[in-house]
């Protein structure tokens, strides 16, 4: 099966070159010119890898990013005119995976997907967890308990993949909101019980505990 690639650039020789080459060395190649557009293109396809300019028309890279980290945990290479130390740090600040400064070598750029496709497949398995008769795959964002599936939302999965990412660990409740919600939700901290309370009643969890007057964390029966 063909890897698929989401390329955002909105200088045409750039969008151009690098699709026309990705598709020759075998990829299946998507592009947009804008970043409404990116998002747009993002939610109706599955994608394995995205390239994302930061200065973009319409909605620059950040907020792209941002967008694509709500649904999932895709491999993105940021590309940047700018060589700035800041620019860069934000780039991983804001979750993305590397990123390329223009003007770049294609070879460069292959060669770092290529490294990204390879690090996903390793961490394909991590990215599940099975727990009893439950089985809960991040990437996909998709349950299962007893072999059926069971109807989590995005932001549940991701909840229950915090908690245990810090098993044993207390998380609070603004800590949780810091890592879940984006900043222009800004949610009451109490829609976290209700959270809480779905994902314990979905998959009959008893191991998700309330720690009063502070917040929540995972411990193994």
């Known amino acids: 099966m063909k890897v698929n690639i989401l390329i955002v650039e909105d200088e045409v020789d750039i969008r151009e070159g690098v699709s026309e080459y990705l598709s020759e060395v075998g990829y299946n190649v998507i592009s947009a010119e804008d970043g409404m557009q990116a998002i747009e293109i993002f939610n109706k396809n599955k994608f394995d ?16 990013l941002n967008k694509i980290r709500e649904e999932s945990n895709v491999p993105v290479i940021m590309l940047t005119a700018m060589s700035d130390d800041y620019t860069q740090i934000m780039s991983f600040d804001e979750k993305a995976d590397d990123y390329i400064t223009k003007p770049f070598s294609i070879i460069l750029l292959h060669k770092r997907i290529e490294a990204l496709l390879r690090r996903r497949l390793k961490d394909d398995e991590s990215k599940k967890w099975y727990y009893k008769d439950i089985e809960i795959d991040f ?83």
């Not at 890898?49 to 792209?64: R, W």
């Not at 919600?181 to 959270?195: A, G, Q, T």
């Open 139 to 221: 990437e996909g964002y998709s349950a299962k308990k007893n072999g059926n599936n069971i109807d989590l939302k995005p932001k549940e999965i991701k909840l229950l993949e915090l908690l245990l990412k810090y098993s044993g660990k207390v998380l609070t409740r603004t800590q949780i909101l810091d890592n879940i919600w984006n900043i222009e939700e800004s949610p009451n901290d109490r829609v976290i019980d209700v959270y809480i309370k779905n994902i314990r009643k979905k998959l009959e969890l008893d191991c998700i505990i309330t720690v009063k007057g502070i917040g929540y964390k995972f411990e193994e029966m």
């Open 49 to 64: 890898l995205v390239i994302l300019d930061i200065m973009l028309p319409k909605a620059n890279g950040f907020i792209v």
